[in-house]
């Protein structure tokens, strides 16, 4: 690979870790744009309706009637 591609991969890589990262916690005095604090999500609330997800999708049958393997094997 030539240096100035990589170098163009560092600096975008730089660029979008600046954009996504240090200027919204800059802006917001600490709060990062894709903490869950800043959407104002309650973890436990959404912990619980991952685990009854999981649970629905366990139980989940297919069409035939027979149970539906989760990993598709």
């Known amino acids: 690979m ?3 591609v990589a170098a163009v991969i560092a600096l975008g890589a730089l ?3 600046y954009f ?3 200027r919204p916690m800059i ?3 600490g709060h990062c744009g894709f903490a ?12 619980a309706e991952l685990r009854q997800e999981l649970r629905a999708l366990r139980t989940e049958t297919t069409p035939d009637g027979r149970a539906a ?5």
């Open 2 to 4: 030539p240096t100035w």
């Open 15 to 17: 660029a979008a870790t």
């Open 20 to 22: 996504l990262c240090w």
């Open 27 to 29: 802006q917001r005095r």
């Open 36 to 47: 869950a604090s800043d959407r104002g999500d309650d973890p436990d609330r959404e912990i």
């Open 69 to 73: 393997d989760p990993l598709g094997r």
